[in-house]
């Protein structure tokens, strides 16, 4: 298998009825299961760790809440293997509140680039009406959009798509796109 970062395309999927623990399949464009998280429940203090594989054998990721409680939450994504640091997502409190809005960080926590849900509009109507309308995000840096996440419709099992476009690999690690990916997945199962 080539290298789990070098795809342009992955689905997360995550069964939304599963008694105490959210599982996270991330599979790559020709379907092959590339990482694997089982979230566990009743945790104060997130600590999300992705495997290789369904066998848990291969610690590939590390997400950890820096605070139990924390209204701008922040993130820490270490690359396992090395136990270097690879940046930080950190969500933006007040703005959040109506629109998911989430800052990318550097390994030294310096700002990179922005997560924002693509439309107030549909994000106002997910809040007060219903949590069925899909979810999409736009990850950009300066102006410039580097990739994007969509949420496909379905009851039963949740399905986020993401697109690293080509300009990506030169700005941010691809690694921790996915992190964000998978946070915002996991973040998302409890809202639902």
């Known amino acids: ?3 789990v970062y070098s795809e342009n395309e992955y689905l997360i999927r995550r069964k939304v009825f599963t008694l105490f623990a959210a599982q996270f399949h991330v599979y790559n464009t020709a379907g092959e299961v590339v990482m694997f998280s089982r979230q566990k429940a009743f945790k104060l203090r997130e600590d999300i760790r ?5 066998s848990e054998s291969h610690e590939r990721m590390l997400i950890k809440a820096r605070q139990i409680l924390d209204f701008s939450a922040a ?3 270490f690359d396992s293997e090395s136990g270097t640091k690879v940046g930080c997502l950190r969500r933006k409190g007040w ?7 989430w800052e990318l960080l550097d390994p030294h926590d310096q700002p990179i680039g922005v997560i924002q849900e693509d439309s107030m509009m549909l994000a106002l109507f997910r ?3 219903t949590n069925l309308i899909p979810q999409a995000f736009s990850v950009t840096v300066g102006d410039q959009p580097i990739a994007h996440f969509r949420q496909n419709f379905n ?3 949740f399905k986020l798509r993401v697109e690293l476009l080509p300009e990506a690999r030169s700005v941010v690690t691809p690694q921790l796109l996915l992190a964000a990916a998978i946070l915002l997945s996991a973040i998302e199962g409890r809202q639902q």
């Open 75 to 77: 993130y820490d994504v």
């Open 1 to 3: 298998m080539s290298d």
């Open 155 to 157: 009851p039963f099992v």
């Open 127 to 129: 809040r007060l009406l």
């Open 50 to 54: 992705i495997y290789t594989d369904v």
């Open 95 to 101: 703005s959040s509140l109506v629109r998911d809005n």
